[in-house]
């Protein structure tokens, strides 16, 4: 049965779109069938695949706003061997079109129904605030996971994360739940990080996953040469860090 999880955080900077490509690659590394739907009109998913977001002939843009068939938006060629509906920053416009239509929160959904069945896991990213792209995202998911800096502001973010998966859930998605918590470009030399990881634990315990993401050059450097972190050098500790979360992911949908 497919599980689709949206990577979400409406704090900007925490590692939203790292986490969703490189759990995607490692999760196509374990035999995993996977879409990766790049719903951020900065485009850094679609970037980081390895497929230009300039120039795109068909995105998540034709599937929300021109009812293009979510078959043809999807590139099956990737640096990190999943699929991917990409996307640029026309999905701007996408999203002041979809405010104006009757039952807007819900097109992404219908959109994806006709193709969820041939995958085993489909991964969203989103942009980094509540907008009608986040809501569309979230309506269409079974759960979220939550990448999370372990820094002073995050307990308070996270708090108002939940209270928006609350409100959806009685709202939209009654099957909306929260996924897992991972800690993100943690520096263990870092008091800070430490203590909130400890907060995160002692609050939250097994819905934060025991993988944590360290801060680490390779995976920052990454993106910039279209990779995902494995196939940019796989012996990294940020590629092995997602390879470790991508088996606590498949274990959690069994």
């Keep these: 049965m497919t599980k689709v999880i949206a990577i979400a955080n409406q704090k900007g900077g925490v ?6 490509v490189n759990l995607a690659a490692s999760l196509a590394a374990m035999q995993k069938k996977v879409l990766v739907i790049d719903c951020d009109p900065q485009g850094n998913a679609t970037m980081a695949s390895g497929v230009s977001k300039f120039g795109l002939e068909k995105s998540i843009t034709n599937v929300l706003i021109d009812g293009l068939d979510v078959k043809e938006a999807i590139v099956k060629e990737t640096e990190g061997d999943f699929h991917l509906i990409p996307a640029n920053e026309d999905l701007t416009a996408a999203e002041v079109n979809l405010l104006d239509k009757f039952g807007r929160e819900n097109f992404l959904k219908k959109a994806l129904e006709p193709i969820k069945s041939s995958y085993d896991l489909i991964l969203i990213d989103c942009p980094p605030s509540l907008n009608i792209l986040t809501v569309n995202a979230l309506c269409a998911s079974d759960s979220i996971l939550v990448p999370l800096q372990c820094e002073y502001f995050a307990l308070e973010g996270l708090t108002l994360l939940i209270e928006t998966v609350d409100q959806l859930a009685t709202a939209v998605n009654p099957k909306l739940k929260i996924e897992g ?13 430490t203590d909130v990881s400890d907060e995160l634990k002692k609050n939250f315990g097994d819905l934060v996953y025991e993988t944590i993401i360290p801060r680490n050059v390779r995976l920052a450097e990454a993106p910039s040469y279209g990779k995902p972190a494995m196939y940019y050098d796989k012996s990294s500790v940020g590629s092995k860090a997602y390879l470790a979360l991508a088996a606590e992911v498949i274990e959690k949908t069994k």
């Design 15 to 20: 590692g939203k779109t790292t986490t969703c």
């Design 181 to 193: 918590i991972l800690r993100t470009m943690f520096d263990n030399r870092n008091r800070l990080s």
